[in-house]
């Protein structure tokens, strides 16, 4: 099998989440897929840029796009908003010929030109829908068997579904969610059920409404505890900021002793096929992972 | 006719003399035809009578019959067990839309619901002609801006969805309200448009404590995405001039600065153009941050390639000012 993808970092991974960037390119490694990374791609606007020049935020993400196009090669995101803003903007240009047309008459002026042609998928449904499950398990060479892992899926990679259905053949649903749960089986962790799973860590308001973010990070890493995780795991850097980066004042908020580590979904795919922990950047974390 | 068996756990209290709620099990086989609010008639009228919910037009109209199914915000007349069955298995659990504010069964006090909805001035403000010679006409481009927030129903699906309110700060208006806000924002024969924006511009209550979760886009029956109507109020908030100069509108604002100057996000400049002097209270974070190497110096800060491009795309396609 020789997969070959277009990775759109997005910007946290190459700032505040360098250990994300690593061990992405580590697991790929393992996995024998080769990754190119766009490197003229612009940061996707984050769900708040629309809020002041939506069509501003539209030719940014279409030219993002642009670029994987140029390579013929379908476009991953590891990072949930980077997704979502990716997909909204894909969807909406790709269903409105006339908004399409105003975007490339902007694009052209640069000599770029949005068609439509590449898929847009997060590396997690990539992994599932691309590799396998199977697959992955056939290369675990340390089961992650003694640890309760707790999901954390983030809500930009499974609402609207509607959106996401559109993009991904993993038919998610917003309401149990699934994937992140079999993925954590084929690494042969126990998964942990917990009701916050699905639920947001308030990354959006951090600034303006910090007791909010922290009042709803804070509650699920303790919905986790409560449920015996032992380690969290999130596809989505943003949602990392909040549980890992800020999990001291999460604890605050929720009046609570938290002492959870938080992995990034490739941190933890690359301990269980074997990548040291300096490969998987596990020194970056803030919460120090101790379970290795 | 084809049935299923469920099985259905099924919240009961009765605020005036219970001090804690249970749950009632109750088994029953159900039909392709029947919605969710078939079932909890047959609950009143086979299993017990005291059982109480609201319902009245059993259309998707009058928006009284929300319920929770497994926590999904659901509105029972719309429904169809079988879809529910679909989605979580054969045994359900209904609650109501919430749990903390029950007042008997599946009813529940909407008082702050209601309260919310009036703060945004939930009708049309304008000069009327007590003696037209003809109609108002609203041509369709016009009404189409409404985006069919007109078509709400109140039911609060949306509202008991929302984290925020729920979890975290209950003075926030929620969805519905802002839903409602946009419904007159966006009307044309609108007179109040900036006083309304203003009220939906205030910190902790208006537009800016949306966690942008999706939850009421994913909860709403009526399809409305309320959430995409919450970025529309963002954007007129901008168009109008009327959002205040403020840590929320400096952090969305700071996204074009940053994109401009480096293609990417400079996460520390965001930060402190947002924060302004207040930018002192994240110095702890970014300190741990900072040890963990997690904290990209100015003169390191990456680049995006063929940064003019992207220079020269914000300078011909902006459209907002602040
Ligand atoms: S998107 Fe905003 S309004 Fe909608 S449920 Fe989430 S926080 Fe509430
Ligand atoms: S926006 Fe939708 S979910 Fe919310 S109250 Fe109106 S109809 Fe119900
Ligand atoms: S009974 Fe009126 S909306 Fe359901």
Redesign the pocket.
Known sequence: MSLKYALYTGCTARESTPELLKSTMAVAEKLGIELVLLDEASCCGASHLQDFDDFLSLVLNARNICYAEKLELPMITICNTCQLNTALTKKRLDENPELKERVNEKLGEVGLEYRGTVSVRHFLYALIEDYGLENIKKKVTRPLSTINIAPFYG?HNIRPSELHHHFNRTKESPYMPTSLDDLIEALEGNSVDYEHKNR?CGFHVDLQAPKTANRLSGNALVDAIDNNADVMVTPCPLCHLNLDVKQHAAAKEVGREINLPVLHLPQLIGLALGCTPEELGLNHNVTDVTLV | MEKTKVTLNVFRFNAETDYLPHYDTIEMEVSKDEVVLDVLNRIKWEHDGSFTYRRSCRHGICGSCAIKVNGRSTLACKERMVDMIELFGNELTFDPVSRSRAIKDMVVDKSDFWKKHDSVIPYLKADIDEHPESENIVPPQEAEKLEEADYCIQCGC?YY?????NEANED?F??AA?VKAYRFTSDSRDSAKKERLQIVDKLSVGVW?????????Q?CPKELD??SK?TKLHNQLFEEGVAENNVASRHAVGFKKSIEKHGLLDEGMLVAYSEGCAVFKHVPEALAMWKKGKIVMPWDMPKSKNLDEIKKLIKISSTAKF
């Open positions: 809500c947001c | 949306c969805a929302c984290p925020v309110v926030y929620g969805p802002l404590d949306c966690v942008k979760c999706f939850e009421c886009t909860a309320p959430m919450i």
